[in-house]
């Protein structure tokens, strides 16, 4: 069981609005605010698919280049001592602190 989507490279995750008795939905990796919802599970989707293509449909309206979910980039806040360690880690094995982030995000997921 899972409340992940994905379409056409776009992934959202799902909740319940106990409030509204709504199911509701939003884009996420991307700042773009893209958001849906259904009153029935068996229709979340189908919304989902909707708002998608209303986006891209908007964005060609526009001219504008659409955000994809997850382009890689992001940023990190972190205490200055571990952001110290984890620089002088890095430049110890040779490689960016990019590398070295990335590499030990890949160990932990």
């Not at 259904?38 to 989707?45: G, L, M, Q, V, Y």
């Not at 209303?54 to 980039?73: H, I, N, Q, V």
């Not at 590398?99 to 932990?108: E, G, T, Y």
């Amino acid at each position: 069981m899972s409340n992940v989507l994905s379409y056409r490279g776009y992934f959202a995750t799902v909740e319940f609005d106990s409030d509204t008795k709504m199911l509701c939905g939003t884009v996420v990796g991307m700042s773009d605010g893209v958001y849906f919802e259904a009153d029935s599970a068996s229709c979340i989707e189908q919304a989902f698919h909707n708002a998608v293509d209303d986006y891209l449909a908007f964005c060609t309206e526009k001219g504008k280049k659409p955000e994809k979910s997850y382009k890689g980039t992001f940023n990190v806040r972190i205490n200055p001592d571990l952001h110290r360690a984890a620089a002088m880690a890095a430049a110890a094995r040779n490689e960016s602190l990019n590398q070295f982030v990335a590499d030990a995000i890949a160990a932990a997921v």
